[in-house]
């Protein structure tokens, strides 16, 4: 591994191990945690601290961090300036109950980037800046249905979560089937929520035009990592931007992962113009956010100098100093250049991914663009959530791949995901493929 090029001196425990921390977590969080998003049997390793492209656990391991906390750290663990963005912020206060610069510069920063930021709004999180977008889409159009693409994650907002990991049993032989994700779901927000094939421009506007009047927007993420991180085709936006444009119906472009494929944002990259964008995760600087940028017209929802808004909207620590401080730190540094070079590392490691699976005749592949990629345990062709879907003995091997990378000092998702960060180096890189070679070798060996 290369070396490290920051080493905190503030390890983040006590010195107890991962076994003992789990052992304590089992007493006051049903499962041992509070957020299922990183979970493995029999425990996750617990981080003690991180330092550039590297984390280390509470045994003392140090991990090169292809999951960037669910790739929000695109500038990787404690970056100097952000530190000091952040250090320098809380030292003269880190909320008020009245507006702040930070923000407005945080927003000139983003606005900046694209035509279609017309106007943002902060929210707390991508969960919260998806739902708020709906709620921009409903309060605009005055239609209560949304349509969202099969097996996609776009946090947990009830409508969202809808057919977000069906099984085959359930998910219908023709279009795609509206499924609960949550035990409990009410049955109206089953039916107010349209599910659209990835990728198949046909059938999803036909989809999309039986809806159509009540529907309010369309929501689309260009790279959905649970759909198989699998770019949306030419064909499938222009199909799906036309016919929502001639229904009065919203695109509504979820960034919250993509928008690091590009300084300006992955819609400018397809070249798809929505009417909504929702960010999160690298706009923050590693703190906590979530937004929602568009169009002027659409975001005068908001409006309330002429009495009570049609979308009033608040939120305690909306736009709070400190994420603002951090952002601003962290976009700043998210110039061409900077993501030009971590989208060519990302391809170089594609690429050798690419190799080392064919080398090993391991039937495997690696998707994904810019920075981000996925393994996926099959060779199948993916396209859509369906041909992403892997068979039993598939999630076996992948866990076990997951499992060898992670005891050899690779951390990525437990889905087979991961993200550079602009610490990370060739070498960096190197090590992976070395590491996943020798995954590879011993899972497929017996
Ligand atoms: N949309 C997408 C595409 C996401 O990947 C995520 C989270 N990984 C969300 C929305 C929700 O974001 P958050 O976890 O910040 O609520």
């Known amino acids: 591994m290369a070396g490290d090029q920051r080493v905190s001196t503030y390890p983040a425990n006590s010195g107890a191990g991962s076994a003992a921390l789990y052992e304590r977590a089992l007493k006051v969080f049903t499962g041992g945690n509070t957020r299922i998003t990183y979970v493995m049997k029999p425990f996750a390793p617990y981080a003690s601290h991180g330092a550039g492209a590297y984390v280390w656990d509470a045994d003392g391991k140090k991990s090169l961090d292809l999951v ?4 929000s750290l695109i500038h990787g663990h404690a970056h100097p300036e952000i530190v000091k963005a952040i250090t320098d ?10 507006p702040t610069e930070r923000e407005v510069l945080l927003a000139e920063e983003i606005c900046k980037r694209s035509p279609v930021f017309e106007e943002i709004r902060f929210v707390g999180s991508g ?3 998806m739902m708020t977008a709906v709620k921009v889409a409903r309060a605009h159009t005055g239609r209560p249905k949304i349509a969202k693409v099969e097996g996609a994650y776009h946090g947990a907002y009830d409508h969202l979560e809808i057919s977000l990991d069906p099984t085959p049993e359930v998910w219908g032989a023709g279009d795609p089937e509206p499924v609960a994700y949550v035990r409990g779901t009410p049955a109206n927000v089953i039916a107010d929520t349209v599910v659209l094939p990835f990728n198949d421009p ?3 506007v036909a989809c999309i035009e039986r809806h159509g009047s009540e529907l309010a927007a369309v929501v689309l993420d260009l790279l959905p990592s649970r759909v ?9 936006l222009k199909a799906v931007r036309d016919v929502t444009r001639r229904l009065g119906v919203l695109l509504i ?4 992962i993509c928008f690091r494929l590009h300084p300006d944002g992955a819609h400018t990259l397809f070249g798809v113009e929505p009417d909504l964008v929702a960010l999160a995760k690298v706009i923050g600087g590693g703190l906590p956010i979530g937004a929602v940028a568009g169009r002027r017209e659409v975001m005068s929802v908001f409006e309330w100098r002429n009495g009570k ?5 608040g939120g305690t620590f909306n736009a709070n100093p400190l994420t603002m401080a951090a952002g601003l730190a962290g976009m700043k540094m998210l110039t061409p250049d900077a993501l030009g070079r971590l989208n060519a590392l990302g391809d170089r490691l ?3 991914a690419t190799s080392v699976m064919r080398e090993l005749k391991a039937p495997w592949q690696v998707t994904g663009l810019g920075s981000l990629f996925r393994l996926h345990p099959h060779q199948r062709p993916i396209h859509d959530y369906r041909t992403c879907y892997p068979a039993a003995a598939e999630r076996l091997a992948l866990e076990r791949v997951h499992r060898h990378l992670l005891e050899h000092g690779v951390l990525i998702t437990p889905t087979g995901s991961g993200a550079l960060s602009t610490p990370m180096t060739e070498a960096d890189v190197q090590y992976f493929l070395a590491a996943l070679r020798n995954a590879l070798i011993a899972v497929t060996a017996d």
């Open 309 to 313: 808004p049609f979308l009033p909207a």
């Open 89 to 98: 912020c809380a030292a003269s206060g880190t909320a008020f109950g009245l």
């Open 127 to 129: 969960t919260e800046a």
């Open 253 to 256: 472009v979820d960034e919250v």
């Open 202 to 204: 046909e059938r999803a």
């Open 68 to 71: 960037n906390n669910y790739f």
């Open 228 to 236: 198989g991180l699998v770019a949306a085709t030419p064909e499938y």
């Open 350 to 352: 594609r690429e050798g």
